[in-house]
């Protein structure tokens, strides 16, 4: 949720939301945007805000996007019109922001949508907003508020320096209130009323007239779906169909596959023809998920047809990453599969982002899950190591572009890429990618940690930040993932440190969760592994042996939800080993155990059918 402070100076201000969204940049010095060349744009940083104190100009902050079609509009438009060129070069500091290269710019100072735009006084305060706007109208805003700053300065700080108190006064007064609640069982029970209660009974998903995905709440109601008996038969069946298949019958581009990323229509039909790695990303782990859990075969090839899109537009052999997103073009997507070979498709963005390639990493990793195909596993070890090749410094963290060379951290790079390296050692067993998903979570913890409340904020700046950057926030999405990656952590190395962590990561959350509906999904999901039984698949053999790698692809391919695959090497782990109590005799074997029963061990070439049966019977004496 975005807590920002509009002082809106005329009626003439009030934002039209045309939603086109966000995206992301580090350096200071940002291109032009788009293709415009005249307006003597700046990036954002100690040069803007210096230059806006000593010439007394408000700051004029754009943010957009290469793939938001209204932001090309308006860059066509406005952008172009020669009044509003004198004006920003002559009367304002005009900063752009790659949203995508900026995610906490965007987070902050987005108007409700992309193309944003916000005037700011010099220490980064807004004092008006909108987003897709005509030239008359831009010159209108710009004027207005210029005026009122010059005229009325006093006015204009009372009316800030009013909110700013207001805000504190608010979040001393939540300060005092919030008080520490135990995580419990009932806490996912109460979302998943909410996703049952709420979902569209025609065509699924949730909220309205907009459509989004929405892959959170997907993925807890995939999560609790093998469990539903356990959650007083609330089956999430019917909400996870309805959703998966009106997504895929409406915003599924058919003819060159891959997801855009949402309708502006309830039934699907009516998408925004951007196409983003993140969306499809996940979307192809909601899928391949959807596919294994519910043993469902259309969704496993909606999966295929995400991924074959994926590989086939967004996917660099040379470095074996993705880029970042394809262009909207409405005139293109209307075309049929014919007229469309003739025609020029939308450009590819080419940057590399490390929250998305992480996340695509992770939808991989889900494929191969639930397909057991090792193309799927071969993508996703190509991605984590352009990651830990390219834009990670040991120490330091990851960065989020290959551009940046130093400075601010974002949690998303940290919190998905050391995901993408610990669900990596789970499906290989080779240690690199544990030791990064170690080393990364460590960065998180040292970084990013709020030491008096728990949780981790979104960002850590290596230099004083301005304006609203200045407030820290706690993203519930990434906090979640951070809370089952530590978990994860824990089931692998012992360590009840990490255990702790992922408790108290969800502390923040635990006390407002049922305000936020099925939006809780992320925190519910959280919860879950914080609180339910956890089955250790721990395989046990030498590295690399052909029995070793068998028992590690069926103990990753496993479809149960609350499974943690452990590989260990009988002589590099051998303290582990141990500790565990576990025996080796010179051939892999797998144990599977839980804090309250083991197993019968596994051998190569033996059936899983034998767990499976197992696992049932214990959360059948579980659930009474």
Same mark, same amino acid.
């Given at each position: ?278 969306? *499809? %990303?996940?979307?192809?782990?909601? /899928?391949?998920? $959807?596919?294994? @859990?519910?043993?469902? #075969? &259309? =969704?496993? +090839? ?54 998305? *390639? %992480?996340?695509?990493?992770?939808? /991989?990793?889900? $494929?191969?899950? @639930?397909?057991?195909? #090792? &193309? =799927?596993? +071969? ?246």
């Amino acid at each position: 949720m975005r807590h920002l402070q509009l002082l809106l100076i005329s009626s003439a201000l009030i934002a039209s939301v045309l939603l086109c969204s966000p995206g992301i940049s580090l350096a200071e010095d940002a291109p032009a945007p788009l293709e415009n060349r005249s307006i003597r744009w700046t990036g954002w940083g100690q040069e803007a805000f210096d230059s806006s104190k000593e010439t007394d100009k408000l700051i004029f902050l754009d943010i957009s996007a290469n793939w938001c079609r209204w932001c090309k509009v308006m860059d066509e438009t406005a952008y172009k019109d020669p009044r509003v060129i004198e004006t920003l070069n002559g009367d304002f500091i005009p900063v752009f922001v790659n949203a995508d290269e900026r995610p906490d710019l965007s987070d902050r100072y987005s108007q409700g949508g992309l193309p944003s735009i916000s005037l700011l006084t010099p220490t980064g305060m807004v004092i008006a907003g909108q987003t897709t706007t005509s030239a008359d109208e831009l010159l209108t805003i710009l004027n207005t508020a210029n005026a009122s700053y010059r005229t009325d300065r006093a006015k204009v700080y009372e009316k800030i320096a009013a909110a700013e108190k207001a805000a504190a006064a608010a979040r001393e007064e939540r300060d005092k209130k919030t008080k520490y609640v135990p995580l419990s069982a009932e806490m996912p029970v109460r979302v998943l009323n909410a996703i049952n209660l709420f979902v569209d009974p025609k065509y699924g998903g949730y909220g309205g007239p907009d459509k989004f995905p929405m892959p959170e709440v997907m993925e807890f109601a995939l999560y609790i779906y093998p469990k539903a008996r356990q959650y007083k038969n609330q089956s999430p069946e019917t909400a996870i169909e309805l959703t998966l298949d009106g997504m895929k019958d409406g915003i599924f581009d058919k003819v060159d596959g891959g997801s855009f990323r949402y309708s502006t229509t309830q039934d699907w039909k009516s998408p925004h023809y951007e196409k983003l790695l993140t969306a *499809n %990303a996940d979307m192809l782990g909601i /899928y391949m998920h $959807a596919g294994q @859990a519910l043993d469902t #075969g &259309r =969704y496993i +090839k909606a999966g295929e047809a995400i991924a074959g899109y994926l590989e086939r537009v967004l996917y660099d052999k040379e470095t074996g990453a993705f880029y970042n997103s394809q262009a909207a073009d409405e005139k293109y997507y209307r075309l049929g599969s014919s007229d469309r070979r003739a025609a020029k498709a939308p450009p590819v963005e080419k940057a590399i982002f490390a929250d998305s *390639n %992480a996340k695509a990493a992770i939808g /991989y990793l889900q $494929a191969y899950r @639930a397909t057991g195909q #090792g &193309r =799927y596993l +071969k993508v996703a070890l190509g991605v984590l190591d352009y990651i830990t090749g390219r834009l990670y410094r040991k120490g330091v963290g990851v960065f989020h572009s290959n551009g940046q060379v130093g400075g601010s951290l974002f949690l998303s790079d940290q919190v998905y890429s050391s995901q993408a390296g610990e669900l990596a050692y789970q499906a290989t067993g080779d240690e690199k990618y544990l030791e990064f998903a170690v080393e990364t979570a460590g960065t998180l913890v040292r970084k990013f940690w709020d030491a008096e409340k728990g949780g981790f904020f979104d960002t850590a700046y290596d230099n004083e930040p301005f304006g609203l950057l200045k407030d820290p926030k706690k993203p519930q999405i990434e906090n979640a993932a951070a809370s089952a990656l530590f978990m994860d952590l824990y089931h692998i190395t012992g360590a009840e440190e990490y255990k702790k962590t992922a408790r108290h990561t969800l502390a923040p959350f635990a006390q407002d969760y049922l305000k936020h509906s099925y939006w809780a999904a992320p925190f519910a999901l959280g919860v879950e592994r914080c609180i339910e039984t956890a089955y250790e698949f721990i395989v046990v053999g030498k590295a690399g042996d052909a029995g070793t790698r068998e028992l590690i692809k069926n103990s990753f391919t496993f479809d149960e939800p609350d499974r943690v695959v452990v590989p260990l090497d009988p002589v590099r782990d051998k303290d582990r080993l141990t500790v565990l109590g576990y025996e080796y005799e010179g051939k892999a074997v797998l144990y599977v155990c839980s804090d309250k029963v083991c197993f019968p061990p596994v051998s190569p070439g033996d059936s899983m059918k034998g767990t499976r049966k197992h696992i049932a019977k214990a959360r059948e004496q579980d659930t009474k």
